[in-house]
């Protein structure tokens, strides 16, 4: 990457964060109040994360996020550019993340609609994971936007992708069993146009086989399927299914169906019900069907991903034909970088119904005012970078009263 490029990258990252108002990795770290697995929030000794960063060569930028056993910084490498860095005590490290982000990156390298898991870095300390960036949002953009009513074509979009996503990782043999709308990012490529829902945060994910019965609870409350509420739960690839519908619900209804203080109350009302119930939001016959048969109360009558993809929702006549014009001029646009060999152009890109526009995306996206510290924080960091790749040197000190001082390599 050279300086121009990285200059125009640090300043459309900035652009976008600037317009979001907060970004998407920080909403899926500090966001969870739901959560059943998260940990509450503990008094411990200072760690300055910033130091750990600049000993393993990285130039941190800003906090995403940060939690009882670690912290999410976004920062530069040398090698990717703009990624997050995730800082985990070891001790707290739960190896299943790291495992199963190496099975979907052996298996399925190039889906744009996974987060991609770069590589990790050997500390004494804390596991370092360097991940893919995501510079836009996350789908709470419009589940908690009770004035966004999606364009068809946009929602159509928007949910062929993520089951696109789910079902390649449910072919890895997998199961992530937290599908939530914190837990999909939204990331828009600077210069591309573009923007790809990933599934993130493989924390709890799972080899299938490997789960003959639950003997914890592992998700959010709201999007647990009814028989994760079971004692003696056979959890399978459709518990990602049924949160997958009850996220489609959310960002379309911005509710949720069933939503109870605790997991009792919510086992107790999941168990008076034979199905979920249709929202008067949703007017569409065709996509009530579909969702109707991803929150099907039985696993064994569950539509699979391979098949909701098959679904009228997608490959009637009608839905073929509800793209815009957008969305065809940028397919037709990147069907001759696709076929010239571009590495970072996808058989997706090429096909309009997979197109999710970044012009689209920036009709819902609040309006805030910029932080100028902020904007001045990354043109002094961009400044370091410049002097570190002119004059070969490393930032690696701590960072006291602004004041950052370059060590010779």
């Known amino acids: 990457m050279n300086n121009k490029e990285l200059k125009q990258e640090i300043q459309q990252q900035q652009e976008q964060k600037n317009k979001t108002g907060q970004n998407s990795q920080e909403q899926s770290v500090n966001d969870g109040q739901d959560d059943t697995s998260s940990v509450e929030s503990q008094q411990s000794s200072f760690v300055d994360y910033e130091e750990i960063l600049r000993q393993s060569e990285f130039v941190p930028i800003r906090q995403l996020g940060h939690g009882?056993?670690?912290?999410?910084?976004e920062a530069y490498d040398r090698e990717y550019g703009i990624v997050a860095v995730k800082i985990i005590k070891k001790?707290?490290?739960?190896i299943r993340e790291l495992e199963a982000a190496e099975i979907i990156?052996?298996?399925?390298?190039?889906?744009?609609f996974i987060m991609d898991h770069k590589q990790?870095?050997?500390?004494?300390?804390y596991q370092i994971l360097i991940l893919e960036y995501s510079n836009t949002n996350t789908l709470n953009l419009f589940a908690k936007q009770p004035q966004i009513s999606l364009p068809s074509y946009i929602l159509r979009t928007l949910m062929k992708q993520i089951l696109e996503g789910m079902h390649i990782f449910h072919e890895t043999g997998l199961v992530h069993r937290d599908i939530k709308c914190d837990n999909i990012l939204l990331h828009c490529p600077p210069g591309t146009g573009r923007v790809y829902a990933k599934i993130s945060d493989f924390g709890?994910?799972?080899k299938e086989d490997q789960i003959h019965e639950q003997t914890y609870f592992a998700g959010t409350l709201p999007y647990m399927s009814p028989e994760q509420f079971l004692e003696k739960a056979l959890i399978t690839q459709k518990v990602d299914v049924y949160a997958l519908g009850i996220t489609f619900y959310n960002i379309i209804t911005h509710k949720y169906p069933v939503n109870e203080r605790n997991i009792k109350e919510q086992q107790k009302k999941l168990a008076k019900l034979k199905s979920i119930g249709r929202p008067s939001e949703i007017k569409d016959d065709i996509l009530w069907d579909l969702l109707s048969k991803m929150l099907e109360f039985d696993p064994n009558k569950r539509i699979a991903t391979v098949e909701a993809l098959q679904h009228p929702y997608f490959t009637s006549p009608e839905a073929i034909a509800d793209v815009s014009s957008e969305q065809q001029k940028i397919a037709e646009e990147s069907t001759y970088y696709y076929n010239s060999g571009y590495w970072h152009y996808t058989k997706y890109d090429i096909i309009p119904s997979y197109i999710f526009s970044e012009s689209e995306i920036?009709?819902?996206i609040p309006k805030d005012i910029p932080n100028e510290n902020e904007k001045h924080l990354h043109l002094f960091i961009f400044i370091l970078i410049q002097l570190e790749i002119l004059l070969g040197y490393n930032i690696n000190s701590k960072h006291q009263k602004n004041n950052y001082k370059l060590r010779k390599i």
Do not use: R, T, W
Request: proline content about 10%; charged content about 25%; overall charge positive.
């Open 105 to 112: 990156h052996k298996q399925s390298p190039n889906c744009p």
């Open 120 to 125: 990790q870095k050997p500390n004494k300390l």
């Open 362 to 364: 920036k009709k819902f």
């Open 204 to 206: 709890f994910a799972k």
């Open 68 to 73: 009882a056993f670690g912290s999410v910084y």
């Open 91 to 94: 001790e707290n490290f739960d």
